[in-house]
C-alpha cells in the first residue's frame, strides 16, 4: 500500500518554523513499548550533535521518516526539537529507498564499484517521496525560512520547494561522492536529478573534486555559465540567480569522543579487549558498514598474504574487524557479507592457532562507549575505503587518541584523506603498496608516530562538526559569528597565493580599505592597510588594485593610492591603467538618459532630509545611510519606481543604505575580468564588503581566494570581521611573499 498523499488545502500548519532541517531518517529512532505504546531514543550521530543547539535556537523541526513502515505519526517534540514524521509504505521503501536510492544511486556515485540498476518504476517511486518530503516542509515553513535538506535520497526537494515556496532560503548538503560527468551520464534521469539540485541556494559537497564534478554536469547537460564555485541558473523571477556548488568537509563531535576516552572505565575497557585477544604486540582495526565501497575485502587479502610470506605473524598481529550489518535486504549485500565470512573463516582456519585468533570478526553494531574502546585498543586503524564521501571512523580515531599513540592508515579515495595528510595514505587498489603500508604502520618509530598524530588532533580539533555546520550556514544565510583576526583556512590560503607568480590583489575601498563614516569624503584607509599595499605594490610580481563603486575622482582623493596601484571606478565602467584613465564617451542617448536621471534621484533626494545624491561618468547613487532603516528603504522603493516608469534600460544596483542607477552596464567582476588580463595575473585576491563585490567574487577563478568583510549573506570562501582583519591580511600576503622570494633566491 502507499502511504496517503498530503491534502493539498492543508497546507499550513499551527506553528510556522524559521529553521527546517530534511533528511531521509528522523534523529530519532521509533520503538514501541510492550504496552503497545510509541517510545522515541535520540540517534547517535555527528548531524545531530551539530545541528540540535542550531534547531532549538531558531525555533527548529526536523523532517524525516520514522523508521517504521506503513504508519502515520502525529507531529510531536523531543529533547526541545520539533519533530515532523513522513509516512512511507513498504513498497515505497523497497522502490524508493532500498531500490532506487541504495541500488541505483549509491553504486552510481560511488563510482560503479558495484554495478547500479535502473527501473522506471523505482525512479516514479523516488520522485513521488521526495515530493511529499518537499510539501512537508513547504507546509512547516514561516516566511523566508531556511530549509536544509540532506543528502541523495532527496535531491529533487531543493527544486521542488523553489517552486512551491520561493521565499525561502535552501541549501543542500551531499554527504556521499557526485561522480565524474563520464559516470553519472549513465542515469536516465540525470537532467532531473540535477535540475532538482539546482533549485537550491547553496549545494555542499564533501571534497572539491566532487564540487567540480557537479559543475561539470551543469555544463554538459543544461550549459548553464559556472565561475568557480558559483552557477548562473535561469530564473522566471528574477534574470538569473546564483547557486552556490562548493566543498563544505563534515566531521564529528570531536570534544565528545575525546570526552569519551578519557574515562577511566573506558580505558579499563580497552585494555580488556587486549587481553581478550591475547595481549598481541599490534592490534590492528577496522570498523565500518558492511558496504562494498569499504574495501574490507581489499583489506582481508593484504593481511592475509603478509601472514602468508611471514611478514606478520598471528602471535604478534591480530585484526579486529567491525562490520556492522547494512542493507540486507538488498541481493548485492548479502553476497558481500558470503563473501567476506568466508574469506575470514578461510584466513582462521588457515593462520590462527590456539591461543592467537588471525582475525576477530564482528557482524553487528556496538554502542559509541565499546567503539571508542576499541579504538583506544588499537595500534593501526585500517580505513581502506574504495570510494568514500568522507570517512567520520577515521575522525573519530583521531580524536579518541588524546595519549598521541596510533597510527591512521588511510585511503585517497576518500574524503577524509583531503584533510588527513598526517595519516599513511595508500591506493587500496595496490595490493603490494596496502601490505607495505600495513607493515610501514606496523613498524612505525614512536616519535613518528606522535607527531603525525599531533598534527591529525590538531585538525580534526580545529574543524569539528560544529564548525562544519555553521560555515554551511553562514554561506547560506550570511549570519555568523566572525572571529576577529585570520582564520587557519584563511591563512592556508595566503600561503599558497604567495607562491604565484604574479599575483593581482584587488580590493574595495569603502569598508574594507576604510572604515565606513557618514561623510564619504571623510573616508580614509586604515594605517595599517596603506603599509601594507605600499608593500604589495612595490613588488615586480604584484600589481595592487582599488576597485570601488565611487566614480575615479573621488576614489583617488579620498585613496591617495600609491604608485603603481590601478584604479577602478563606477563599478568597472572607469579605469584607470598603466598609461592613462579610461575616457568615458558616452553616446547622446546615454547623455540624455543621464540627465533625466540625475533630475528624477534629485527630486526624490530632496524630500528626504539626510539622503544625498553622488553624481558619476554614467549614473548617480542616491545615499540613505544618515536615514533609518525603514526610511532609507521606502525612499529607494520610492526612487527606483521614479526611474523604471520614464527610463527605459536603466542598471540599478543596491549596496549598504545606497541604491545606485547606470546608463551604462559594467560590474566589479568585469573590472577584475579587465584588470586581470591586463596584468597578466596567474592568481587572484579579491576582498570587499558590499553586495556590489559580489559580482567580483563570481569572477575569480576555483584557485583564487574571495574575502567578505562583515556579516552578509555572500559566495566569498572566507570571511573577516573588519577594515583591521582586512590590514592584517594584507600583512601577511606581504610577508608570505616576501618569504616566498627569498626562498627562490637562495635556490642553486
Not at 158 to 166: A, D, H, I
Not at 316 to 330: F, G, I, K, T
Not at 336 to 347: F, K, P, S
Not at 618 to 637: C, N
Request: hydrophobic content about 40%; aromatic content about 6%; glycine content about 8%.
Amino acid at each position: 500500500m502507499n502511504a496517503p498523499e498530503p491534502d493539498r488545502d492543508d497546507l499550513y500548519v499551527d506553528h510556522a518554523y524559521d529553521m527546517i532541517v530534511v533528511s531521509n531518517r528522523l534523529p530519532v529512532d521509533y520503538e514501541e513499548g510492550p504496552d503497545g505504546e510509541t517510545r522515541w531514543k535520540s540517534s547517535p550521530g555527528g548531524l545531530v550533535t551539530a545541528l540540535e543547539p542550531v534547531m532549538r535556537i531558531a525555533d527548529g523541526a526536523w523532517i524525516g521518516w520514522a523508521g517504521v513502515a506503513d504508519r502515520e505519526l502525529d507531529p510531536f517534540e523531543h529533547d526541545g526539537i520539533s519533530i515532523i514524521p513522513v509516512p512511507l509504505s513498504a513498497e515505497e521503501l523497497e522502490e524508493y529507498y532500498e531500490g532506487f536510492s541504495n541500488d541505483t544511486l549509491w553504486p552510481l556515485y560511488h563510482d560503479v564499484i558495484a554495478p547500479p540498476s535502473f527501473h522506471r518504476e523505482w525512479w516514479d517511486a523516488y520522485v513521488r517521496v521526495n515530493r511529499r518530503f518537499a510539501e512537508a516542509a513547504a507546509r512547516a515553513a514561516s516566511d523566508g525560512a531556511v530549509v536544509w535538506v540532506q543528502d541523495y535520497q532527496l535531491q529533487l526537494v531543493p527544486r521542488m520547494l523553489r517552486e512551491s515556496r520561493p521565499d525561502l532560503v535552501i541549501g543542500f548538503f551531499n554527504h556521499i561522492p557526485f561522480p565524474a560527468y563520464g559516470i553519472y551520464s549513465q542515469l536516465p534521469w540525470r537532467r532531473q536529478v540535477i535540475d532538482g539540485l539546482l533549485g537550491a541556494d547553496v549545494i555542499g559537497f564533501q571534497r572539491a573534486a566532487d564540487a567540480g564534478n557537479f559543475s561539470r554536469a551543469v555544463r554538459r547537460l543544461f550549459g548553464y555559465s559556472t565561475r568557480g564555485t558559483i552557477i548562473d541558473v535561469p530564473d522566471a523571477e528574477v534574470e538569473s540567480r546564483r547557486v552556490v556548488a562548493r566543498h563544505f568537509p563534515i566531521s564529528i563531535d570531536s570534544a565528545g569522543f575525546e570526552e569519551i576516552a578519557r574515562r577511566p572505565e573506558v580505558q579499563a575497557r580497552s585494555r580488556e579487549i587486549r587481553e581478550s585477544l591475547g595481549n598481541p604486540e599490534t592490534i590492528m582495526l577496522g570498523v565500518d558498514r558492511l558496504d562494498y565501497t569499504k574495501g574490507i575485502r581489499h583489506r582481508l587479502k593484504a593481511f592475509g598474504e603478509l601472514l602468508r610470506d611471514d611478514r606478520l605473524k598471528v602471535e604478534d598481529v591480530s585484526l579486529v574487524q567491525v562490520a556492522s550489518p547494512s542493507r540486507e535486504r538488498v541481493e548485492t549485500y548479502r553476497q558481500l557479507r558470503d563473501e567476506i565470512e568466508l574469506a575470514v573463516g578461510r584466513l582462521n582456519g588457515d593462520y590462527s592457532t590456539l591461543g592467537h585468533q588471525a582475525i576477530a570478526y564482528l557482524h553487528h553494531g556496538y554502542p559509541r562507549e565499546e567503539m571508542v574502546a576499541l579504538y583506544l585498543a588499537a595500534d593501526v586503524m585500517l580505513v581502506t575505503a574504495l570510494r568514500d564521501g568522507m570517512n567520520l571512523v577515521a575522525k573519530e580515531y583521531v580524536a579518541c587518541r588524546f595519549d598521541g599513540e596510533g597510527v591512521l592508515l588511510l585511503s585517497e579515495f576518500t574524503g577524509a584523506s583531503d584533510e588527513l595528510r598526517q595519516a599513511v595514505l595508500v591506493n587500496p587498489h595496490d595490493i603490494e603498496g596496502l601490505k607495505d603500508a600495513m607493515v610501514e604502520s606496523i613498524e612505525m618509530p614512536r616519535r613518528e608516530r606522535a607527531r603525525r598524530m599531533r598534527a591529525l588532533r590538531k585538525r580534526v580539533r580545529d574543524n569539528d562538526v560544529a564548525k562544519w555546520s555553521a560555515t554551511f550556514l553562514e554561506t547560506l544565510t550570511g549570519a555568523g559569528i566572525i572571529a576577529p583576526g585570520v582564520s587557519d583556512p584563511l591563512q592556508g590560503a595566503i600561503s599558497r597565493l604567495a607562491t604565484t607568480e604574479r599575483l593581482l590583489v584587488a580590493l574595495d575601498f569603502d569598508g574594507t580599505l576604510a572604515p565606513l563614516v557618514d561623510r564619504p569624503e571623510d573616508a580614509r584607509a586604515t594605517a595599517r592597510a596603506r603599509a601594507a599595499i605600499e608593500r604589495l605594490a612595490a613588488a615586480d610580481d604584484t600589481r595592487v588594485a582599488i576597485v570601488s563603486g565611487r566614480a575615479l575622482e573621488s576614489l583617488d582623493e579620498v585613496a591617495n593610492p600609491p604608485e603603481g596601484t590601478l584604479l577602478s571606478g563606477s563599478h568597472g565602467v572607469e579605469l584607470q591603467l598603466d598609461a592613462a584613465g579610461v575616457t568615458i564617451d558616452l553616446r547622446d542617448s546615454e547623455t540624455a538618459k543621464l540627465e533625466r536621471l540625475s533630475s528624477i534621484v534629485e527630486e526624490v533626494a530632496q524630500g528626504a532630509e539626510g539622503s544625498w545624491v553622488e553624481h558619476k561618468p554614467a549614473g548617480v547613487a542616491l545615499h540613505t545611510r544618515r536615514l533609518t532603516s525603514p526610511e532609507g528603504t521606502a525612499l529607494q522603493h520610492v526612487a527606483r519606481d521614479r526611474v523604471e516608469a520614464e527610463l527605459i534600460g536603466i542598471t540599478v544596483r543596491t549596496g549598504k543604505s545606497v541604491l545606485e542607477f547606470a546608463v551604462r552596464d559594467s560590474d566589479k567582476g568585469e573590472s577584475l575580468s579587465r584588470l586581470r588580463q591586463h596584468v597578466g595575473a596567474t592568481a587572484a585576491i579579491y576582498i570587499g564588503d558590499d553586495v556590489t563585490d559580489e559580482d567580483a567574487f563570481a569572477a575569480l577563478d576555483s584557485e583564487d581566494v574571495g574575502v567578505k568583510v562583515g556579516q552578509g549573506k555572500s559566495i566569498a570562501t572566507y570571511r573577516v570581521r573588519s577594515p583591521e582583519d582586512v590590514a592584517e591580511v594584507l600583512e601577511r600576503l606581504a610577508d608570505a611573499r616576501d618569504a616566498t622570494r627569498e626562498a627562490d633566491s637562495r635556490w642553486p
